[in-house]
């Protein structure tokens, strides 16, 4: 099973230029403190983690689609210097270029031309980059979650795709993702929209990851504990086939999350999943720290008490 801890290099994600915003904003230059990259990624390992997923987004200096990259932006040297880095620490390495129309102010004006051929292209061209830059991983997170109107608080424009335009997207950006050797990965957001319409679009070969946000609420079906309903989705698609690394928690009560997440893995599911999912939301920056930190030592508490010394195969 593996053990995935997401960070977030890219500086933009979820809020557009010019959005007036204390919490989230726009930056116009690359800022991530590489101190804390160092720390944490080397503080992963003795907490469990196998695995990181790197949100890339407009933090390297891409040779295909320069306007993407921010001003400081990591070389593509550097960035795969850094990856030999992690696997001398026994990390493996996945990217993330997050395709939802929430999360993809990294894209700048790219943004604005979503489900277009234009748009399609760019993106192909930055999968194969990104690709070759992380020398061939096996997994590549395309994101492709978030897309409703009330999880774009942070857009001055929201933009969301008919369920059969979405799934045209998935359909083209999957098949970049396969043409470099990698296996596709998403959030499973859309699933809860439409299960049928989801189901008919998602091939059983890509991986799929369900978020828990910590907005808990009692099921009715008897199944033990409180549970919310994206949480529960990844039991339905245990049931469906999907191979999937279950989301534990991001921003939101990491120890309890993480806990209650992690047993559901090891005692709920039929069997354990492809894999595991700390994804912090925070930025690799030196005010954000002490909460990645934080999520790692969450997730070890919980992975010692219910997967440690049992895992099944």
């Given at each position: 099973?593996?053990?995935?801890?997401?960070?977030?290099?890219?500086?933009?994600?979820?809020?557009?230029?010019?959005?007036?915003?204390?919490?989230?904003?726009?930056?116009?230059?690359?800022?991530?403190?590489?101190?804390?990259?160092?720390?944490?990624?080397?503080?992963?390992?003795?907490?469990?983690?196998d695995?990181?997923?790197?949100?890339?987004?407009?933090?390297v200096?891409?040779?295909?689609?320069?306007?993407?990259?921010?001003?400081?932006?990591?070389?593509?040297?550097?960035?795969?210097?850094?990856?030999?880095?992690?696997?001398?620490?026994?990390?493996?390495?996945?990217?993330?270029?997050?395709?939802?129309?929430?999360?993809?102010?990294?894209?700048?004006?790219?943004?604005?031309?979503?489900?277009?051929?234009?748009?399609?292209?760019?993106?192909?061209?930055?999968?194969?980059?990104?690709?070759?830059?992380?020398g061939?991983?096996?997994?590549?997170?395309?994101?492709?979650?978030?897309e409703?109107?009330?999880?774009?608080?942070?857009?001055?424009?929201?933009?969301?795709?008919?369920?059969?335009e979405?799934?045209?997207?998935?359909?083209?950006?999957?098949?970049?993702?396969?043409?470099?050797?990698?296996?596709?990965?998403?959030?499973?957001?859309?699933?809860?929209?439409?299960?049928?319409?989801?189901?008919e679009?998602?091939?059983?070969?890509?991986v799929?990851?369900?978020q828990?946000?910590?907005?808990?609420?009692?099921?009715?079906?008897?199944?033990?504990?409180?549970?919310?309903?994206?949480?529960?989705?990844?039991?339905?698609?245990?049931?469906?086939?999907?191979?999937?690394?279950?989301?534990?928690?991001?921003?939101?009560?990491?120890?309890?999350?993480?806990?209650?997440?992690?047993?559901?893995?090891?005692?709920?599911?039929?069997?354990?999943?492809?894999?595991?999912?700390?994804?912090?939301?925070?930025?690799?920056?030196?005010?954000?720290?002490?909460?990645?930190?934080?999520?790692?030592?969450?997730?070890r508490?919980?992975?010692?008490?219910?997967?440690?010394?049992?895992?099944?195969?």
């Amino acid at each position: 099973m593996k053990r995935v801890f997401e960070i977030n290099l890219s500086q933009n994600f979820c809020c557009d230029k010019g959005y007036p915003s204390r919490y989230r904003y726009w930056r116009d230059k690359f800022t991530a403190s590489e101190e804390t990259w160092r720390r944490i990624t080397e503080f992963l390992p003795e907490n469990r983690f196998d695995s990181v997923l790197i949100f890339v987004g407009d933090a390297v200096q891409y040779a295909s689609r320069p306007e993407i990259s921010l001003p400081g932006a990591w070389s593509k040297e550097k960035m795969k210097d850094e990856i030999k880095r992690l696997a001398s620490l026994g990390l493996e390495a996945y990217p993330l270029l997050d395709l939802g129309a929430a999360k993809d102010a990294w894209l700048g004006d790219t943004a604005n031309n979503l489900g277009t051929n234009k748009y399609r292209e760019t993106v192909c061209d930055l999968i194969k980059e990104t690709a070759e830059i992380f020398g061939g991983p096996a997994l590549f997170n395309i994101g492709m979650g978030d897309e409703s109107m009330k999880t774009q608080t942070f857009k001055l424009v929201k933009r969301v795709r008919r369920m059969d335009e979405w799934a045209k997207d998935l359909e083209t950006f999957s098949g970049a993702v396969r043409a470099c050797g990698a296996r596709p990965w998403i959030w499973a957001d859309k699933f809860l929209e439409d299960r049928k319409a989801f189901t008919e679009a998602v091939p059983k070969d890509v991986v799929l990851s369900t978020q828990s946000y910590g907005f808990i609420k009692h099921r009715k079906d008897g199944l033990p504990g409180f549970r919310d309903e994206v949480t529960n989705s990844a039991l339905e698609l245990e049931e469906l086939g999907y191979d999937q690394i279950v989301g534990m928690s991001n921003g939101h009560s990491f120890a309890p999350n993480q806990m209650m997440n992690m047993e559901l893995v090891c005692n709920i599911m039929k069997k354990r999943p492809l894999g595991v999912l700390s994804n912090a939301d925070f930025y690799a920056e030196e005010d954000d720290l002490y909460r990645l930190q934080y999520a790692a030592v969450s997730f070890r508490v919980a992975y010692d008490k219910y997967a440690a010394g049992g895992e099944r195969k």
